[in-house]
């Protein structure tokens, strides 16, 4: 097969995001989970989009992995990877995106790789090197008491340059809106100077699309769906790609449906209220999924009373006091394996008893639900708000399902109505 975009996501939710705005720019895409294996077999696309779960696991571990998967699209033709990122740039002073960035550099052969969290499409926006969360700067956003990666530092220049081994540069704003020319001038001077790594301002889409330029004359960048958006132009706009023409519409599947959520984010928390109005909903206690392997029954034996009605919402969600409590009692990372292998092992159950539509929030819960239902590969269907796609599945041991994978802090209140209607 051939295509004309390899890209490797760092989280599940974060390659959905990147396969929806690849998707929406008109290249045909196929979102997998991890390497494929040999006997997957593929549709004719213009970009993969290959999911791993290494955004907070040993950076060793995340550099072995993506640069297997590197290779994998290498060998395969993908003359430009995307290292796909999140958009809240989550990651600690010892990576992962420092340690995997220097990994996929040295084995593109590149001096300095363009690096832009920036998607104004979801208020996302970089100037000066700072990210900014809606009007707000990064570290004063709720983002700040992420539980996993929180992120006290808005500066990315600073923020990278503590995780890698090469300098970091910027390419500022004024410089960015001169076009493409403006910024490969700017980068081919911080690769003479030894600049291993430059943070790219955006602010608008157009921006975007002049650092998608630049980007694919090279064969490695790093950044988030809206460099996606860029590289995706870039690709039509010099006739690599035709642009095909989305599905706006979902092709039905039957049975019941069922939402979990494991994302704190402020933005699920509202979710789950409003859902409250509309569907039955179960509120967990994230400390008894963690110490009581009953509550996980428990969960079970109230959606089978309630799923041959509807759509139902299991959550255990919970607000950043009660997450931080939880951790200092277990460990950030045992409480948080803990309530992602509940809720995996309540969406199978839930998949025995029949559910074919499912609605996952949080990227761990979903990277977790996922893994324990061994779904192999996505097909992008229509999109349910700004970075969440329907996904249908394709390969997978329990036949056809449809998904909706979400980042946390995506989708506005009525986001679980939203999805389901959808995918009804």
């Not at 990147?18 to 997998?32: C, D, F, I, P």
């Not at 958009?87 to 001096?111: C, E, H, Y």
């Not at 409250?276 to 959606?303: C, F, G, H, I, Y």
């Amino acid at each position: 097969m051939t295509f004309a975009l390899g890209c490797i996501a760092d989280d599940y939710t974060g390659a959905s995001d990147l396969a929806n705005t690849l998707a929406k720019e008109g290249l045909r895409t196929v979102q997998t989970i991890g390497i494929p294996s040999a006997d997957l077999q593929l549709p004719d696309v213009d970009a993969i989009v290959i999911s791993l779960k290494i955004r907070s696991i040993a950076a060793s571990e995340a550099v072995e992995r993506a640069r297997d998967a590197d290779k994998w699209l290498r060998t395969r033709g993908a003359a430009h990877v995307m290292y796909k990122i999140c958009s809240t740039f989550d990651s600690t002073d010892a990576g992962n995106i420092g340690p995997v960035l220097d990994a996929l550099r040295a084995d593109a052969g590149q001096t300095s790789v363009l690096v832009t969290p920036a998607f104004p499409a979801t208020d996302r926006t970089v100037y000066k090197g700072n990210l900014f969360v809606g009007a707000v700067p990064l570290n004063e956003s709720p983002l700040r008491d992420h539980p996993l990666n929180p992120m006290r530092d808005a500066n990315l220049v600073r923020v990278l340059a503590r995780q890698t081994t090469g300098a970091v540069g910027l390419v500022e704003l004024a410089t960015v809106a001169r076009g493409a020319d403006s910024i490969r001038t700017r980068l081919e001077q911080l690769s003479a100077s030894g600049t291993g790594a430059a943070i790219a301002d955006a602010v608008f889409e157009t921006d975007l699309e002049a650092i998608g330029t630049v980007a694919l004359a090279q064969r490695l960048s790093v950044g988030a769906s809206g460099l996606g958006l860029g590289l995706a132009r870039g690709l039509i706009a010099a006739g690599a790609v035709r642009r095909y023409e989305r599905l706006t519409q979902a092709q039905r599947i039957g049975g019941p449906a069922a939402c979990l959520a494991g994302s704190c984010s402020s933005a699920t928390l509202k979710q789950i209220a409003r859902a409250e109005q509309t569907m039955p909903v179960l509120r967990l206690d994230p400390e008894n999924l963690v110490s009581k392997p009953s509550e996980t029954l428990r969960a079970l034996n109230w959606a089978t009373e309630h799923i041959a009605r509807g759509p139902i919402l299991i959550a255990s969600s919970a607000a950043p006091d009660a997450v931080s409590r939880l951790q200092a009692r277990y460990g950030r990372e045992a409480s948080g394996h803990g309530i992602e292998q509940s809720l995996a092992t309540i969406a199978e159950g839930l998949v025995q008893r029949g559910v074919r539509r499912l609605v996952v929030a949080g990227g761990e819960t979903s990277g977790a639900v996922v893994d324990r239902l061994a779904i192999p590969a996505f097909e992008i269907g229509p999109e349910i708000a700004a970075g969440v796609p329907m996904l249908r599945t394709f390969g997978g041991r329990y036949g056809e399902m449809v998904l909706a994978l979400k980042s946390g802090n995506f989708g506005g209140e009525g986001f679980f109505a939203d999805a389901l209607a959808i995918m009804a």
